[in-house]
């Protein structure tokens, strides 16, 4: 009997083994298309809007063929685009350079995710090979027009970006890039051709209704100017009730032009809006003192005091970090202070500098679950908290 129960154990033992033989040499095509089943369903499920299953299963896709390009480029895209994580969105295309060289985009959105985390130089070299590659694809342009004119190459980096808005001129994204481009180089003209241009595809673009009025009041200080420029930033300001940019502009211009009781009502909205812009607590102050209430006025220059001294301190952290880029407590320093400002997109890209290197680092996770949360990204903030309640150590929840 005992032989007997041994010799079916055996047999078991051997069906098994033949089992999972059988099961680990799939063949190729098999493979591929148990892969393309769960790329399909990832597909449905974006298409629903249920992302994290569509995340779900086109991760499944590539652990299952990791040779098949398709649910990488999505992984990809969302990460980029949608989550915010260029670092990881980075990884992503970097092995899609590998297995789809050829494939749509891999370099135009490798040179994004590597320009978002602030590489520079591997951001040129990829932008320029994607340019190559695509030479008709205008985030290739626009994203070697972006690196070159960060790296003062404007002219090269004008062209750039010029022949992405011809190549995708329904693209309000390129077109704004552009119009900044041509107002940080005072070209005030190009820039109100091209505002001009979104707001006539999307009347209702907040961005482009406070930069139209930025280009309008530098390019001239006439009374119908004035009039336009403080039209489009009330316009703004409408749109996008929550931006204290367009009510700070909005405000220096009616202070400057005299309206005085306009401008405390305007200027003091931006402040309760965003209490850390000087150029704010400055007009604000100047506001109050003009309307004959010195006592706010004096409290308001306390104030821009200590966001000046602030931001003494951040310049003294910035230069200990690119002295010492390789010091991380330093640059972790610096992210927080940048939240603490209101900049959270250079504390996200500072955060993910530092997970780079340390992709456990409790500090940074956590500094990244703050930055989602203050971001309105409450859904983020909860899923970087989950990520740290599974790292060794942490108390079981």
């Known amino acids: 009997m005992k032989g007997y129960r041994r010799l079916v154990v055996l047999i078991?033992?051997?069906i098994i083994g033949a089992g999972v033989s059988a099961w680990v040499n799939v063949p190729p095509w098999l493979t591929r298309r148990r892969a393309a089943d769960h790329y399909r369903q990832g597909q449905e499920f974006a298409r629903k809007g249920v992302m994290d299953s569509a995340l779900a299963e086109w991760r499944i896709a590539?652990?299952?063929?990791?040779?098949?390009?398709?649910?990488?480029?999505?992984?990809?895209?969302?990460?980029?685009?949608?989550?915010?994580?260029?670092?990881?969105?980075?990884?992503?295309?970097a092995r899609l350079a590998v297995i789809d060289p050829d494939g749509p985009h891999v370099y135009c959105n490798y040179a994004k995710a590597l320009a978002l985390q602030n590489e520079m130089a591997e951001?040129?070299?990829?932008?320029?090979?994607?340019?190559?590659?695509?030479?008709?694809?205008?985030?290739?342009?626009n994203m070697l027009g972006v690196v070159l004119t960060t790296d003062q190459q404007v002219s090269a980096g004008l062209k750039e970006l010029e022949r992405a808005c011809a190549l995708s001129p329904q693209n309000n994204d390129f077109a704004l890039i552009l119009a900044q481009a041509y107002l940080d180089t005072s070209n005030f003209t190009g820039a109100q051709r091209t505002l001009?241009?979104?707001?006539?595809?999307?009347?209702d673009n907040a961005r482009a209704h406070y930069m139209l009025g930025w280009a309008i009041i530098r390019k001239s200080r006439?009374?119908?100017?004035?009039?336009?420029?403080?039209?489009?930033?009330?316009?703004?300001?409408?749109?996008?009730?929550?931006?204290?940019?367009?009510?700070?502009?909005?405000?220096?211009?009616?202070?400057?032009?005299?309206?005085?009781?306009?401008?405390?009502?305007?200027?003091?909205?931006?402040?309760?809006?965003?209490?850390?812009?000087?150029?704010?607590?400055?007009?604000?102050?100047?506001?109050y003192r003009q309307?004959?209430?010195?006592?706010?006025?004096?409290?308001?220059?306390?104030?821009?005091?200590?966001?000046?001294?602030?931001?003494?301190?951040?310049?003294?952290?910035?230069?200990?970090?690119?002295?010492?880029?390789?010091?991380?407590?330093?640059?972790?320093?610096?992210?927080?202070a940048e939240m603490q400002d209101g900049n959270l997109t250079d504390a996200m890209r500072y955060v993910q500098g530092v997970l780079r290197?340390?992709?456990?680092?409790?500090?940074?996770?956590?500094?990244?679950?703050?930055?989602?949360?203050?971001?309105?990204?409450?859904?983020?903030a909860e899923a970087v908290r989950v990520h740290l309640r599974t790292l060794p150590g942490s108390p079981i929840k």
């Open 291 to 336: 309307a004959g209430q010195e006592p706010k006025a004096q409290a308001m220059e306390k104030q821009e005091q200590i966001l000046l001294e602030r931001i003494t301190r951040l310049r003294v952290l910035e230069k200990k970090a690119k002295a010492d880029p390789h010091d991380l407590d330093i640059v972790l320093k610096l992210a927080e």
């Open 123 to 141: 951001a040129r070299q990829y932008a320029q090979l994607a340019v190559k590659t695509e030479p008709n694809c205008g985030l290739a342009h």
């Open 62 to 93: 590539t652990r299952l063929d990791p040779d098949y390009p398709e649910p990488y480029h999505r992984v990809g895209e969302f990460l980029l685009n949608q989550a915010q994580r260029p670092d990881l969105a980075g990884e992503v295309f």
């Open 196 to 203: 001009e241009g979104v707001l006539q595809r999307s009347p």
């Open 12 to 14: 078991v033992i051997l």
């Open 222 to 287: 006439a009374p119908d100017a004035v009039e336009k420029a403080l039209g489009h930033f009330r316009e703004a300001a409408h749109l996008e009730p929550d931006d204290a940019e367009a009510y700070s502009e909005w405000g220096k211009l009616l202070l400057q032009t005299g309206r005085t009781a306009e401008a405390v009502q305007v200027l003091s909205k931006a402040w309760e809006l965003n209490p850390r812009i000087v150029q704010v607590a400055h007009n604000l102050a100047a506001a």
């Open 357 to 380: 290197v340390r992709p456990a680092d409790r500090a940074a996770l956590e500094l990244l679950a703050q930055i989602y949360a203050v971001g309105g990204k409450p859904d983020m």
